[in-house]
């Protein structure tokens, strides 16, 4: 069925630092692709989405690209801020992956 | 707009007892959803709903039940709670091919 996985972390940068997370999907269709973050005592919410191949979502400095031939779809963002600190969901429809928390320091 | 609205935020119950978290939602979505979400094992789906009246069993519907009487409130039931439900509980939302809100979760400890 379809899945996807995820890069666990925990992952620590430095501010400034360039992030990336990377997450790979199985799926048999074209389904629409997602990455959702969650800070602390919150739900989830959206931060980009990509619905068909070659798609580059973007959204607050961060990107991800959904790559048909490598079955991905890597989060990025070029200088990260204490302020993104949070964990970061890639989800395949409704399927989610395991999160990857993110701390970003000063 | 209140969005996907959760409630209670957090519980308390003994094992054995039984309790109803409430999801509702004001965006007139199909779609509804119960997640739980424990340390290091992400989201897993406990139930959903894709309209009114119809309920399916998610990855871990055990220990739970759930209703959709009416098209804005999905219910989540706890008949004999245990110790293994202490988890953080969300329920989402969507419409077809688009992306889910979310509510912001119920916190529930059994002990």
């Known amino acids: 069925g379809d899945s996807v996985t995820q890069m666990e972390g925990p992952v620590t940068l430095s501010e400034e630092a360039f992030l990336t997370i990377n997450c790979t999907y199985t799926?048999?269709?074209?389904?629409?692709l997602f990455w959702y973050v969650q800070y602390p005592g919150e739900g989830l919410q959206l931060l980009l989405k990509?619905?068909?191949?070659?798609d580059k979502g973007s959204n607050k400095g961060f990107e991800a690209t959904y790559r048909k031939e490598t079955t991905s779809f890597h989060l990025e963002k070029g200088s990260v801020q204490v302020s993104d600190s949070a964990v970061y969901f890639c989800?395949?429809?409704?399927?989610f992956g395991a999160g990857t928390r993110l701390t970003v320091k000063p | 707009n209140a969005g996907v609205t959760q409630t209670p935020k957090f519980r308390v119950l003994k094992t054995g007892q039984s309790m109803t978290l409430l999801c509702a939602q004001d965006?007139?979505?199909?779609?509804m959803y119960w997640y739980r979400q424990d340390p290091g094992m992400g989201l897993r789906l406990i139930h959903y709903?894709?309209?009114?009246?119809?309920?399916a069993k998610g990855e871990v519907p055990d220990g739970y039940n759930v209703s959709r009487l009416k098209k804005q409130n999905f219910l989540l039931g706890l008949e004999s709670a245990a110790p293994s439900q202490t988890s953080v509980y969300f329920c989402?939302?969507?419409?077809?091919?688009?992306?889910?809100?979310f509510g912001q979760g119920t916190r529930l400890t059994v002990v």
């Open positions: 989402a939302t969507r419409t077809v091919n688009t992306e889910a809100f």
């Open positions: 799926a048999t269709g074209y389904p629409s």
């Open positions: 990509a619905t068909k191949a070659d």
């Open positions: 989800a395949l429809d409704m399927r």
């Open positions: 965006m007139n979505h199909e779609y």
């Open positions: 709903s894709v309209g009114e009246g119809t309920t």
